[in-house]
């Protein structure tokens, strides 16, 4: 792609991408399909075996489990050869947490070693730094932890009160203060420690090794889920660090901790596929065997609507994780050729993409909520056994809304991201939004489809965004910068945004499908696409509505609604027949294969 038509970070909701320009994951080659059944393997032969061990804490289990996917290169993933790793590009690391997400508390513990545990010495280390621990990180030898939340300082992280003061030798910074909630804590070998030197206002980033002086660990967390995972309060009392272990510059701290959680976020919304389809397959299975008046379960109506669902969600998840990491993928390539230094190429790269991240984190959460919770329903009484994977799932999948950013945090920087791009001019948010503003009095009470299923649809994922910028017109005119202050106007918005971007993914990968396979094969797909557009529509209609009776002048609502109407409208599919064609190849399969 040239420099030119390089696709920026947020600027779908203004762009029309065409299907022959998004990744699908139809598109991975022999080779990371390798990778990808290594993973599976690992997760069947040492994972799930161990599960019920794992979530004891079986003493040095969750260490010994990680050095073997270590052994097998799977921590190494992301590291650059050079460093002992693969070096291996955005996507397939994704494919990688994706497969791994199935791996429970074990996912929670690989993803915080090579991701937030292993990425800021890889990003922002210099060369000392990263010849001294990313060959050990890549081996699993060390395990990596990352401390920023302290017991006063959670979303706002910026406000910690871990502080940092050089000796007078000149030698060491001397660490106190407390970091919460830390996960991998009970064993990590290297802790990126975020602390403001002496009275700063900004964090610095610190290297610091599990057995230096001053630290100490509190017992393990009795947590709701995730219980294999190891997450502990971690003390330093004039905890001695070396000067040279600085991450970065004095006071790039924050800059950095921010950045790594814009990978985390992305790389959550890839576990969460891995976690969703392993309880569609217990769902499905259950459904199966379970006979109720003299009936298989999976018979029913109300199963196959809750089967049907968690295959949609699931897949729109998939679809929209994919198509971003190609796009990050494209960033750093191109970030190379223009002369920047590969580890900051990637960094700007996942920057670029922060509301992509922050929307599909919140997304994923949610769907893998939905997807556990209606296992958990399907299974009935045995779904609220703790000898079930499902009851496990349903516990385990509740953190995902809250770390790497709660779920509040991530609509704000959604919305909040979005519309100050625009302020800025990065991206033409509001001369589009000025032009969808003047058609409103125009506006017909239906859109004119055209008969072309693809073109409709086209149209459909087009009108979700045109909703968002009649709103933001509106709301940028009636709050100007004071916008920023409206969080349940802002909450509206990032829904519609986050819709809008799965709604198109959704409709962009369905359309190279059909390209891709014959009409017969195809179609299923087409039903998933045509229930999420109709879900999406209604999600799209009733936060627009939400903002318009929250801000706008009572004699223009009539005028506003008419156009959300408009914007919102589907073409009459019955959504019925659909779901249970959807259910019906998940029960014929028994197992999700989509
Ligand atoms: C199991 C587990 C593992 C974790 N692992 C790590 C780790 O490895 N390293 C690490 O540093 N941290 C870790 N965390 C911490 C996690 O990132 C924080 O819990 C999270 O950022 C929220 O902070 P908090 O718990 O202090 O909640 P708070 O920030 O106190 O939030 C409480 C509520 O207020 C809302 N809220 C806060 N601010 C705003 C706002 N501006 N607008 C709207 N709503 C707001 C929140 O969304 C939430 O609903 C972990 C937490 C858990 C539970």
Redesign the pocket.
């Known amino acids: 792609m040239s420099k030119k038509e390089a696709i920026k970070g947020g600027e779908f909701i203004i762009r029309q991408t065409e299907a022959n320009e998004v990744f699908i994951p139809e598109d991975f080659g022999e080779e990371p399909r390798m990778i990808a059944q290594t993973c599976q393997d690992f997760i069947d032969a040492e994972v799930i075996p161990n599960i019920d061990k794992l979530d004891a804490h079986e003493e040095g289990l969750m260490p010994s489990i990680l050095k073997k996917a270590g052994d097998l290169g799977l921590l190494g993933v992301s590291i650059p050869e050079e460093y002992g790793g693969f070096g291996l590009d955005f996507t397939t690391s994704m494919l990688v947490a994706d497969v791994l997400g199935a791996g429970y508390a074990f996912s ?1 513990a690989y993803s ?1 070693d090579t991701g ?2 292993t990425l800021p010495i890889m990003y922002y280390g210099n060369e000392k730094q990263k010849q001294k621990y990313l060959p050990g990180l890549a081996m699993g030898d060390l395990l990596g ?5 302290e017991p006063g ?5 910026n406000s910690g009160k871990t502080k940092a003061v050089l000796n007078e030798a000149g030698t060491h910074y001397i660490l106190n203060g407390s ?7 009970g064993f990590a070998d290297i802790l990126t420690v ?1 602390a403001k030197i002496d009275d700063d206002r900004i964090l610095s980033a610190f290297i610091v090794e599990r057995n230096y002086p001053g630290i100490t660990f509190n017992p393990e ?1 009795n ?1 709701m889920g ?1 219980k294999g ?1 190891s ?1 502990v309060q971690i003390f330093f009392n004039d905890c001695e660090v070396p000067v040279e272990n600085l991450l970065g510059k004095r006071g790039d701290g924050f800059r950095i901790a921010l950045n790594i959680l814009n990978l985390g976020r992305i790389k959550l919304g890839a576990n969460v596929i891995g976690s969703a389809k392993s309880a569609i397959n217990q769902s499905v299975q259950y459904s199966n065997e379970r006979k109720q008046f003299k009936t298989l379960i999976s018979n029913f109506g109300a199963i196959k609507y809750k089967l049907a669902q968690q295959v949609i969600k699931t897949f729109a998840n998939e679809t929209a994780v994919y198509r971003m990491s190609k796009n990050v993928d494209d960033a750093v390539k191109r970030n190379i050729e223009n002369g920047i230094e590969k580890g900051q190429a990637s960094v700007e790269a996942q920057r670029e993409f922060a509301i992509e991240a922050a929307l599909i984190k919140v997304f994923g959460s949610e769907m893998l909520d939905y997807v556990v919770d209606e296992g958990v329903q399907i299974h009935g009484g045995m779904g609220y056994s703790a000898e079930t994977l499902i009851e496990r799932g349903y516990r385990d999948s509740r ?1 995902n809304r ?8 991530n609509r ?1 920087v959604t919305a909040d991201t979005l519309i100050k791009k625009g302020q800025k001019g990065v991206i033409p948010i509001f001369e589009e939004a000025t032009k969808i503003a003047a058609s409103l009095d125009d506006m017909p009470d239906s859109p004119q489809f055209k008969g072309d299923y693809f073109e409709d649809a086209k149209m459909i994922v087009a009108n979700f965004k045109a909703a968002f910028l009649m709103l933001i017109d509106a709301a940028q005119n009636k709050f100007g910068r004071k916008l920023a202050r409206e ?1 349940e106007i802002l909450f509206n918005f990032s829904d519609i945004i986050m819709e809008s971007y799965i709604a198109e993914s959704l409709y962009l990968r369905v359309k190279r499908l059909q390209e891709l396979k014959d009409e017969k094969a195809a179609s299923i797909y087409k039903d998933i696409l045509d229930v999420y557009l109709f879900d999406s529509s209604n999600v799209v209609y009733k936060n627009g509505l939400e903002a318009i009776y929250s801000f706008v002048d009572e004699a223009s609502q009539c005028k506003y609604i008419k156009a959300l109407r408009c914007f919102t409208k589907v073409k009459g599919t019955n959504v019925k027949e659909a779901r249970q064609r959807i259910a019906n190849k998940l029960i014929d399969d028994n197992r999700y294969m989509f």
Not at 145 to 149: D, Q, R, V, W
Not at 153 to 157: C, E, F, Q, T
Not at 179 to 185: E, F
């Open positions: 929670v915080a937030i545990g932890a990352y401390c920023l939340t300082a959670g979303s706002d992280a970091k919460m909630w830390i996960t991998n804590g975020f967390e947590k995730i995972s997450t953190i809250i770390f790497e950013g709660t779920n509040e945090i704000n969080q």
